[in-house]
C-alpha cells in the first residue's frame, strides 16, 4: 500500500497535471482532495489535449479509479462537461469515477456574489476567479452550505430557500437581481439526476483499499503558496492546499485508525 501526492510548491502551473499522468499508470485510485474547479491540470496524450478542472486528471489511466473527496467543491455543470468530454473520447468514466456526498455545491449564488464583492473592493480586488469558490467555502464554514447528501431528501429544498432568502438580500444590496427558487432548484435537481450514479460514500472504499494494499495518488489543487493559511495571504485560495489537506477532503488519516 502507498499513498503519493503531488503537491505543487509554488502558486500552481507546476506542472503536476502531466505528473499525475505518468504516475497514475502505477496506482489504483487518483483522488482530488481540495479546491474545485477554479483549479486546472492540462493532460496531452494520445487521446488529445484536454483540461480537467475537477476529475482527476490520472483518470485516463485505465488502471485507475478516480475520486472527489468531500474537501472539494463542485459546480455541477462543469463536472458534467467533463464528464461528457471524456466518454466522448474513449476514455470511460462510467463505473470508475466516485463522488463524495460530503462534497459542497457551488449555486448560482456563490458565483454571482463572488463577482459582486470583487467589484464593491474596487481597486482592492483580490482578483478571484469568479466562480464562486471562496462564497461556498465561506457557506461551508458557515453552516450554510448545500452538500450532495442533502438530495436524498427534502432538505435540499429546505436549506435553498433559507439561503435564497439570505443571498438575494446581499445580492440585491450589491446592485445584483434576485435569483427565483423555482428555477434554481429545478436546474439543480436536474444535475443531481444525471450525477447520482457517479455519487458514493468513499469511506469505504477508501479504507478496504488501504487495507488491502490498493495504492493511491493525491492531486493537490493549486499550489502552496495559495494556502489559506501558509500562502501570500489574502492572494490565495479559499481552501487548504498542503498535503495535510488530504486528511480531512480525502479521509485518510480516518481510515487507517483502528475500528
Same mark, same amino acid.
Request: glycine share 12%.
Given at each position: 500500500?502507498?499513498?503519493? =501526492? ?12 502531466? #505528473? @499525475? ?5 502505477? @496506482?489504483?485510485? @487518483? ?16 487521446? /488529445? ?11 485516463? #489511466? ?32 462510467? /463505473? ?26 474596487? #481597486? ?48 440585491? =444590496?450589491?446592485?445584483?437581481?434576485? &435569483? ?32 488491502? /494494499?490498493?495504492?493511491? &495518488? &493525491?492531486?493537490? =489543487? ?13 492572494? @490565495? ?23
Amino acid at each position: 500500500m502507498t499513498v503519493t =501526492a503531488v503537491i505543487g510548491s509554488q502558486w500552481g502551473d507546476e506542472g503536476k497535471g502531466k #505528473a @499525475v499522468d505518468f504516475l497514475a499508470e502505477r @496506482v489504483d485510485y @487518483v483522488a482530488r482532495f481540495n479546491g474545485g474547479n477554479n483549479a486546472g491540470h492540462t493532460v496531452i496524450n494520445e487521446f /488529445g489535449t484536454f483540461k480537467i478542472h475537477l476529475v482527476p486528471s490520472g483518470i485516463f #489511466a485505465k488502471n485507475t479509479v478516480g475520486l472527489i473527496g468531500g474537501g472539494v467543491v463542485i459546480d455541477p455543470q462543469v463536472l458534467l462537461e467533463e464528464i461528457e468530454m471524456l466518454n466522448k473520447a474513449g476514455i470511460g468514466v462510467d /463505473g470508475r469515477l466516485w463522488v463524495s456526498p460530503r462534497s459542497h455545491i457551488i449555486m448560482p449564488y456563490h458565483k454571482i456574489l463572488d463577482g459582486l464583492y470583487e467589484e464593491a473592493k474596487g #481597486a482592492g480586488a483580490t482578483g478571484t476567479t469568479r466562480r464562486g469558490i471562496g462564497p461556498v467555502f465561506a457557506d461551508k464554514v458557515s453552516y450554510n452550505g448545500i452538500r450532495w447528501t442533502d438530495f436524498t431528501s427534502d432538505m435540499f429544498e429546505q436549506r435553498l430557500q433559507v439561503q435564497l432568502q439570505l443571498k438575494n438580500k446581499i445580492i440585491i =444590496a450589491l446592485g445584483g437581481e434576485a &435569483l427565483k427558487y423555482e428555477e434554481v432548484r429545478d436546474t439543480y435537481r436536474e444535475y443531481y439526476a444525471r450525477l447520482k450514479p457517479y455519487i458514493k460514500e468513499l469511506f469505504s472504499l477508501v479504507q478496504d483499499g488501504l487495507k488491502t /494494499g490498493k495504492n493511491f &495518488l &493525491l492531486e493537490q =489543487a493549486m499550489g502552496t503558496f495559495l494556502d489559506t493559511d501558509w500562502g501570500t495571504y489574502p492572494f @490565495v485560495t479559499a481552501s487548504t492546499t498542503i498535503p495535510s489537506a488530504a486528511s480531512a477532503g480525502w479521509g485518510f488519516l480516518r481510515a487507517i485508525l483502528p475500528t
